[in-house]
Nanobody
Framework: QVTLIESGGGLVQAGGSLGLSCAASGRTVKSYAMGWFRQPPGKDREFVAAITRSGSSTSYADSVKCRVTISRDTAKNTVNLQMNSLKPEDTAVYYC????????????????WGQGTQVTVSS
């Protein structure tokens, strides 16, 4: 069992930056790749970014590539999402996720989910 708790959401103006953090706990958490998803208002949840369990490889959705950086601290069991040049269309509930495979997460699925944190970008 893996528990994920997100933090860092909030309100930011377009063009601004925001960092999200996810604290992971559980006996096997170090075995998992980690990722971020988001669900815009009225839309389905979508993949944003993922990072392998070692942190050596990352993957991004085309919609956020070059504006978002995912990183993890394996010692602290945290994963972070730094978002820059934010746009109103980035407004969504952002979810931290864990799965054995980043490929699975790119496909929209994950074994474990956090409760989500709201990010609102004003124009």
């Amino acid at each position: 069992q893996v528990t994920l708790i997100e933090s860092g959401g909030g309100l930011v103006q377009a063009g601004g930056s925001l960092g999200l953090s996810c604290a992971a706990s559980g006996r096997t958490v170090k075995s998992y790749a980690m990722g971020w998803f988001r669900q815009p208002p009225g839309k389905d949840r979508e993949f944003v970014a993922a990072i392998t369990r070692s942190g050596s490889s990352t993957s991004y959705a085309d919609s956020v590539k070059c504006r978002v950086t995912i990183s993890r601290d394996t010692a602290k069991n945290t994963v972070n999402l730094q978002m820059n040049s934010l746009k109103p269309e980035d407004t969504a509930v952002y979810y931290c996720a864990a799965d054995l495979s980043t490929v699975t997460m790119r496909g929209g699925r994950a074994d474990y989910w956090g409760q989500g944190t709201q990010v609102t970008v004003s124009s």
